[in-house]
T-cell receptor, first 109, second 111 residues
Framework: NAGVTQTPKFQVLKTGQSMTLQCAQDMNHNSMYWYRQDPGMGLRLIYYSASEGTTDKGEVPNGYNVSRLNKREFSLRLESAAPSQTSVYFC????????FGSGTRLTVV | QKEVEQNSGPLSVPEGAIASLNCTYSDRGSQSFFWYRQYSGKSPELIMSIYSNGDKEDGRFTAQLNKASQYVSLLIRDSQPSDSATYLCAVNGQGTYKYIFGTGTRLKVLA
């Protein structure tokens, strides 16, 4: 089915560990986004990529890096995880429609 | 001041009533406005988009936009218990690809 696929769905990290969240879309959308969602904070934009080869910071980019590998894939990397990065992460892509992935629930202990 | 503001709720309405959800935004140049519904533990799903002043209706949902006053609202007619969810307002700034979300309003429809 067409859509946005995020992996993994769940992850527990120890403080200081690194990991990459993967996102892929098969809708041929140009723009892709990474958000984090925390209780009472809504969805906050971490980074976005307006088109292949470009990335820009959002509201809360500190502690994260991104790679727009190709038109389909947009990954989010935590180089040294901190407990403050415990959150639910959503990837989204925009074309004729705005579609979210199913989310990654990340816990940093 | 947050860029997009919503009352966190919960907003409780009886089944069959009209639910009114409001959102204000700070960027006067904003051009695109969206309402999303998010059930607990799920990802947001798009309900309505609106781009020009006035009302836009889709089934039981009506989005209202007033750019002069910088607010956008969502009316849900004949509210059902299945409408109980968090409703997120999102705004796209002029000439940008940034979509900024409000914190969401939790709606409870009481059977």
């Amino acid at each position: 089915n067409a859509g946005v696929t995020q992996t993994p769905k769940f992850q527990v990290l120890k403080t200081g560990q690194s990991m990459t969240l993967q996102c892929a879309q098969d809708m041929n959308h140009n723009s892709m986004y990474w958000y984090r969602q925390d209780p009472g904070m809504g969805l906050r934009l971490i980074y976005y990529s307006a088109s292949e080869g470009t990335t820009d910071k959002g509201e809360v980019p500190n502690g994260y890096n991104v790679s727009r590998l190709n038109k389909r894939e947009f990954s989010l990397r935590l180089e040294s995880a901190a407990p403050s990065q415990t959150s639910v992460y959503f990837c989204a892509s925009i074309g004729a429609s705005y579609t979210f992935g199913s989310g990654t629930r990340l816990t940093v202990v | 001041q947050k860029e997009v503001e919503q009352n966190s709720g919960p907003l409780s309405v009886p089944e069959g009533a009209i639910a009114s959800l409001n959102c204000t935004y700070s960027d006067r140049g904003s051009q695109s406005f969206f309402w999303y519904r998010q059930y607990s533990g799920k990802s947001p799903e798009l309900i309505m988009s609106i781009y020009s002043n006035g009302d836009k209706e889709d089934g039981r949902f009506t989005a209202q936009l007033n750019k002069a006053s910088q607010y956008v609202s969502l009316l849900i007619r004949d509210s059902q218990p299945s409408d109980s969810a968090t409703y997120l307002c999102a705004v796209n700034g002029q000439g940008t690809y940034k979509y900024i979300f409000g914190t969401g309003t939790r709606l409870k429809v009481l059977a």
